[in-house]
Every structure is written in C-alpha cells, then in structure tokens.
C-alpha cells in the first residue's frame, strides 16, 4: 500500500545539523508502508510523515534529521525518520 499524498504539503524546514540544545524534544516516526516498484518515494515519504509529526507538534522545523533504512521482522524494508524540533515564537 502507498501512502497518499498529503492534502496539504506541509511546509517544516528540515535540516542535517548536528547541535541540539538539552532542552529539545526528539521525534521520531516509522515508515512500514510496502513500496513495490516506486520504492524509491520511501525516504521522501518517510520525511513528509516526519514533517507531519513535527507539524502537529507545533514545530516551525526540525534538525538533525537522519533517515535510517532497517528490515522488520518479517525482513521487509522500513524507514525510520528522526529529528530535533524547533518550536520559534513569533
């Protein structure tokens, strides 16, 4: 099953920089849809429910995001997403 593209394409800026304040909360999410032929949207999917998550949690971006490929216990590909949110007030 593929996931369906978001309605509305979520804007959180995302970035792979390695400093994170002690105070920061970490997210994470899974990607355990099965790809078939386009599995090459794995990673791209796997950011967008990552910026969805951060999105919810009212963050304005996210870093230190990392993408980590694993195998279930079935042996099928998965994706987890991770990353340190940002939440800047206006």
Known sequence: MIKDEPKKKQNIPLSTT???????????????ATYGDVFPRQPDDTLAMLQEKAGK??????????????LDERGIRVMMAYGTIICLEN
Not at 23 to 31: A, C, D, G, R, Y
Not at 58 to 68: D, H, K
């Open 57 to 70: 949690l009212g963050a304005t971006g996210v870093t230190g995001v990392r993408l980590v490929p694993m």
């Open 18 to 32: 390695d400093n994170v304040s002690p105070s920061s909360q970490i997210i994470t999410v899974m990607n355990r």
